[in-house]
């Protein structure tokens, strides 16, 4: 069985994961992900036995995807603040879609934090949940071939909701503690 790293964006998301875990603080956003996920790995020589698992909150961006029964584990994530119709004309692949697991849970990772509710129509349109750092999370781990989850629990409704997040992120973080010490402790 692969040894976790937990990644997550702050130490509030990570603040309830069992003592013995290692955990990657990366910083929230894609940047800050990607770097710091990639400086880690790259410093490693350990990484065939690893698995990176990327645990933190998600806004819903459907009704009904609330904190009660918000644990997902992602089955797709997608880039959604890139123009990748655009790249694709331009003859490139821009990647925007990584599929991380068997679930059908989509999550669509920015750097834009939703709280907008046009902004959450359009991205409801091809996913159920919304973040800012689980894309970069998932490129920079398949560009190393470590395998990679992405777990993630509803904080909020990504609507103006989201700018409660600090006051809700505790009960998040609570839920992911739990499942990371149920299924990787």
């Known amino acids: 069985m692969p040894r976790p790293l ?5 130490r509030a998301e990570a603040a309830h994961v069992p003592s013995g875990l290692e955990v990657l603080l990366t910083g929230i956003g894609k ?3 990607a770097t710091a996920l990639a400086r880690h790995l790259a410093s490693r020589g350990d990484l065939a036995d690893l698995e990176v698992v990327n ?3 998600a806004g819903g961006l459907h009704d009904g995807l609330d904190a009660e029964h918000g644990l997902y584990e992602i089955g797709t994530v997608l880039n959604h603040d890139i123009n990748a119709d655009a790249i694709r004309a ?7 879609r990584l599929v991380v697991g068997a679930g059908e849970t989509v999550l669509a990772s920015g750097d834009v934090f939703v709280t907008d509710p046009v902004v959450r129509a359009r991205l409801a349109a091809d996913a159920q949940l919304v973040d800012m750092e ?7 781990a398949q ?13 909020d409704n990504a609507d ?3 700018l409660e997040w600090v006051a809700l992120v505790d009960r998040s973080a609570r839920i992911l503690g739990e499942w990371a010490a149920t299924h990787l402790a």
């Open 134 to 140: 689980g894309y970069a999370v998932a490129y920079v």
């Open 55 to 57: 645990l933190g909150t």
């Open 143 to 155: 560009e190393f071939g470590v395998p990679v989850r992405l777990v993630k629990h509803v904080s």
């Open 31 to 33: 940047t800050a992900a």
């Open 160 to 162: 103006e909701s989201a």
């Open 6 to 10: 937990i990644v997550a964006a702050t």
């Open 90 to 96: 331009l003859g490139y692949d821009p990647r925007e």
